[in-house]
């Protein structure tokens, strides 16, 4: 059974940094792809990032290239998501989702793991 758990989140001023942490349990870690998706108040939960098992390949949403990065430690069963450069619109619940699967899928509807997220503010 994998199990997500997500961590980091919290308040910041705009233009300000955090970075948030899911640590999965289960085996073989690496053979996931690991997705980061975000839900803002009254909105659908969208994509931003997501990373290949082996941390090679990379996809972000062109809302957040260039200020986030996804990263991920298979010793540590850890997927990150640095974000820089925060703007009021990231205020969302962030989620870390996990598929068995050799490609990096950015459609929410292909992770069947999902954490139950954590809140994101960010203050103008």
């Known amino acids: 059974q994998v199990q997500l758990v997500e961590s980091g989140g919290g308040e910041v001023q705009a233009g300000g940094s955090l970075r948030l942490s899911c640590v999965q349990s289960?085996?073989?870690?690496?053979?996931?792809?690991m997705g980061w998706f975000r839900q803002a108040p009254g909105k659908e939960r969208e994509f931003a990032a997501t990373i290949s098992g082996g941390g090679v390949r990379t996809s972000y949403a062109d809302s957040v290239k260039g200020r986030f990065t996804i990263s991920r430690d298979n010793a540590k069963n850890t997927v990150y998501l640095r974000m820089n450069s925060l703007k009021p619109e990231d205020t969302a619940v962030y989620y870390c989702?996990?598929?068995?699967?050799?490609?990096?899928?950015?459609?929410?509807?292909?992770?069947?793991?999902w954490g139950q997220g954590t809140q994101v503010t960010v203050t103008s």
């Open positions: 989702a996990a598929v068995r699967s050799f490609y990096v899928p950015s459609t929410s509807s292909e992770y069947p793991y």
């Open positions: 289960g085996p073989t870690f690496s053979m996931y792809a």
